[in-house]
């Protein structure tokens, strides 16, 4: 069992910055690609980021694209994602996630480990 630990969210103004970090509780993961999801009030949870294993390939949606930055350090089986000039729309509740293999994508359905979900609101 795998187990995720997000940390750094809260709330900021539009134009800010933030830092997610995902701890994970095992190496396990570490062989595994590490994803970043999103879901606002009403919404549907959506991909935001992935990264593969070994941090040599990652994706994003188009949303945020070009404004936020995903990592991991991959003897700390951390993952981190760097959001700047946030936006009102970029508030939701952030989730951390360990795929299945060690390259994933958007689908949902390839991860098998969910953090708890950290808030992050961005004001106007």
């Known amino acids: 069992q795998v187990q995720l630990v997000e940390s750094g969210g809260g709330s900021v103004q539009a134009g800010g910055s933030l830092r997610l970090t995902c701890a994970s509780s095992k190496r396990t993961s570490s062989n595994n690609a590490m994803g970043w999801f999103r879901q606002a009030p009403g919404k549907e949870r959506e991909f935001v980021a992935v990264?593969?294993?070994?941090?040599?390939?990652?994706s994003y949606a188009d949303s945020v694209k070009g404004l936020f930055t995903i990592s991991r350090d991959y003897g700390a089986s951390t993952v981190y994602l760097q959001m700047n000039s946030l936006k009102p729309e970029d508030t939701a509740v952030y989730y951390c996630?360990?795929?299945?293999?060690?390259?994933?994508?958007?689908?949902?359905?390839?991860?098998?480990?969910w953090g708890q979900g950290i808030q992050v609101t961005v004001s106007s």
């Open positions: 996630a360990s795929n299945r293999k060690p390259y994933g994508g958007p689908d949902r359905s390839g991860y098998n480990y």
């Open positions: 990264i593969s294993w070994n941090g040599g390939s990652t």
